[in-house]
C-alpha cells in the first residue's frame, strides 16, 4: 500500500538517518583517543557502538522484509567509522523504499523470537539509534567534546535552511 503524502514515516526515517550520518562526521574529525575511550554505562568505544547500531539496524531491516536486503552492505561490530557511514547511506535509501510503499502496521513478522508487529519493528530502530547515538554523545561530552546538535528541531532547521527558509506565517486573524 503506497505511503499516504501525509505519513510522517519517510520524515521520521531521514531525521534518524541524518543524526547517525552526522554523528559519524563529527567523529571522523575526533583524535583516536576520544574515538577509542570507553565510559561506564556505555556499549563501547565509538566506533564499536556506532557500528552496533549500524549492524542492528540492518538486522532489524532484514526483520522487516523478511529477506536479506541486497542493496545493504553486510555490517559488522568491527567496521570503521567510514564503512559504517557508507551502510548507514544503504540503509537510508532502503528504509525510504519501504517507506513509500509500507505494510499495515499490524502486519507480523516471525522470527527466532516469535510472532512480532511490524511497529515494534520501526519503533525499535529509531529508539535504538537514538539510545546509541546518546551514549556516543557521552564519551564525547565525558573527554570535553561538546558533541553535535541532533534531536529533530535541528533536522527540521537545516531542511528548512536549505530549502531557503521557513514559509511565511499565516496573516493574523
Do not use: K
Not at 37 to 59: C, D, F, K, Q
Amino acid at each position: 500500500m503506497p505511503s499516504s503524502p501525509d505519513s510522517p514515516l519517510p520524515y521520521m526515517l531521514a531525521c534518524h538517518h541524518w543524526a547517525t550520518l552526522e554523528l559519524i562526521a563529527f567523529c571522523e574529525a575526533q583524535p583516536a583517543a576520544v574515538l577509542e575511550a570507553v565510559r561506564p554505562g556505555v556499549y563501547g568505544a565509538i566506533p564499536a557502538t556506532l557500528a552496533h547500531l549500524v549492524a542492528s539496524e540492518r538486522n532489524f531491516l532484514l526483520a522487516l522484509l523478511e529477506h536479506e536486503p541486497e542493496d545493504v552492505p553486510p555490517a559488522d561490530e568491527a567496521m570503521t567509522l567510514a564503512r559504517t557511514a557508507e551502510v548507514v547511506r544503504a540503509l537510508a535509501a532502503r528504509w525510504q523504499t519501504y517507506a513509500a510503499n509500507p505494510e499495515p502496521i499490524d502486519a507480523y513478522r516471525f522470527h527466532p523470537r516469535g510472532a512480532v508487529r511490524i511497529a515494534p519493528i520501526l519503533a525499535q530502530t529509531m529508539n535504538h539509534g537514538s539510545e546509541h547515538r546518546a551514549e556516543v554523545a557521552t564519551i564525547l561530552g565525558a573527554s570535553g567534546i561538546q558533541p553535535p546538535t541532533l534531536h529533530p528541531w535541528a533536522y527540521e532547521f537545516m531542511l528548512q535552511a536549505r530549502s531557503g527558509g521557513p514559509p511565511a506565517p499565516p496573516p493574523a486573524p
